[in-house]
């Protein structure tokens, strides 16, 4: 008797412990999962927020409101946007709005991208970079777009790099394919979301499991 008392002990003993540690490994899985789909999650809605500031600098049309509130961010409460040198000013200094913009949501996404980079592996940096270059790209080319304007002398020593430097300027078209420095910066995103995406489908598969186990009988 005393023989299978203790043999059912130990048979219950063994029993609990692995209830404890399968229910340890669940609790582990749906940790790790929901910490990469928030991180994911994260990530990715930053990326695509530095996108559409791209194309929010990029945008082709700036109204003579975005003008006008630019000049009285400096103080000029009553522009005059006939004259030229004040209208070219007006530009430039809604072109910095817009950059200020941008500036945030990149500076925003290096938090995340640095978090991500020791959780999901190196090639989020590698992304990083990728998208990056196209922010850098696009400031410079726009700062030396802008400088051209008005200064003939400039004009005529960049000669026809000067088109090619408006086809990243300004957002032609909302095809990638009928617009290089945008089909970029789709090539930039999706190397994010083949990276992103299958930890954001790992999450909701682990969510799924929790759930169903937290309602079986």
Not at 107 to 121: K, P, R, T
């Amino acid at each position: 008797m005393d023989l299978l008392l203790k043999l059912v002990t130990t048979v219950a003993a063994a029993i609990g412990a692995w209830v404890a540690f399968t229910g340890l490994q669940t609790w582990r899985a749906q940790l790790i999962g929901r910490t990469e789909y928030d991180l994911a999650r994260r990530v990715l809605r930053g990326v695509l927020e530095v996108r559409e500031q791209i194309a929010a600098v990029r945008g082709p049309f700036m109204s003579t409101g975005e003008m006008a509130a630019a000049l009285k961010e400096e103080g000029v409460s009553e522009p005059n946007l006939l004259n030229d040198a004040e209208r070219r000013k007006a530009t430039h200094l809604a072109y910095d709005r817009r950059w200020r913009r941008m500036s945030k949501a990149v500076s925003d996404l290096q938090v995340d991208v640095l978090e991500a980079e020791v959780i999901l592996g190196e090639g989020i940096r590698i992304a990083h970079k990728a998208l990056l270059a196209c922010v850098t790209e696009l400031y410079s080319t726009l700062t030396l777009y802008l400088r051209a304007e008005g200064n003939e002398s400039l004009q005529r020593k960049l000669g026809d790099k000067l088109e090619s430097y408006f086809e990243i300027v300004y957002l032609t078209s909302n095809d990638p394919a009928k617009d290089p420095f945008s089909a970029k910066v789709s090539a930039a995103v999706r190397e994010f979301e083949q990276l992103l995406r299958p930890h954001l489908s790992l999450a909701r598969g682990v969510r799924v499991v929790a759930r169903d186990e937290a309602t079986s009988p």
